[in-house]
Each structure stands twice: as C-alpha cells, then as structure tokens.
C-alpha cells in the first residue's frame, strides 16, 4: 500500500473518529455520566476512600475461609456395660444404655435411685 493510500486512510478514520466525538459531546446521558463520576470522585475523597473499597461497600465479595489444618477426631470410647441385679428375685439385667425396657420397668416400680443401688461395679 503507498504510503498515500495509507494517509487518507488514516485521514478517513480521523473524520469518522471527530463525528463519533462530536455527537457524544452532545449527548445529555454523557453529560450526566461525566457529572456523577466527578461528584463520586470528590465524595471518594472527601471519605479518604478509593474505588475498590467504594465496589466493597456496595458488593460485599463472600470472605473465604482459611483452610484450617485437620483436627485429629479422638474415637469414642464404647460405652461400658452396667450391670444390674435385682436383690429380690436375683434376675440380671447386662445394658449399655438405661433404654432397656426391664431397667425402665424397674425404675418406675422401685424409683431410680434405689435400681442404681442394685448396680454393680
């Protein structure tokens, strides 16, 4: 391409670019933009605040949470076996748990404290 085709290329472009300019300078929405980004900017200042802390403030991003190092889960221990002997008929009762429906019976019948005096070590 000669360097003369190259020039009114350019020169084209430069004509199309100031009417593209020249319209937006006209245009009241540009006008309105240009006035609250310069009323934004000075309020920024006024608060000693820059833009990233301004997009903080009205989009709060999710805090990630550091990745905390594994705790080490201790196993239970099982639970230890109970045993009951009922001191009038003898009958033994072996339970993890007071969900045993016999222990229950005799809690109602005889009061919890005193089934826990037939329990043995």
């Known amino acids: 391409m000669s360097k003369l085709a190259e020039f009114r290329r350019a020169e084209q472009a430069l004509k199309e670019q100031l009417a593209l300019l020249e319209k937006l300078q006209g245009d009241s929405g540009l006008k309105r933009e240009m006035e609250f980004e310069d009323k934004l900017k000075a309020l920024m200042a006024d608060y000693g605040m820059d833009l ?66 037939w329990r043995k070590a």
């Open 52 to 117: 990233a802390k301004v997009v903080d403030v009205l989009e709060p991003r999710t805090v990630e949470l550091e990745v905390a190092e594994p705790t080490v889960v201790k196993p239970r221990l099982p639970r230890q076996v109970k045993v009951y002997v009922q001191p009038v008929t003898g009958k033994r009762i072996e339970t993890k748990s007071g969900n045993h429906a016999l222990l229950k019976a005799w809690k109602a019948e005889f009061g919890s404290d005193v089934v826990e005096g």
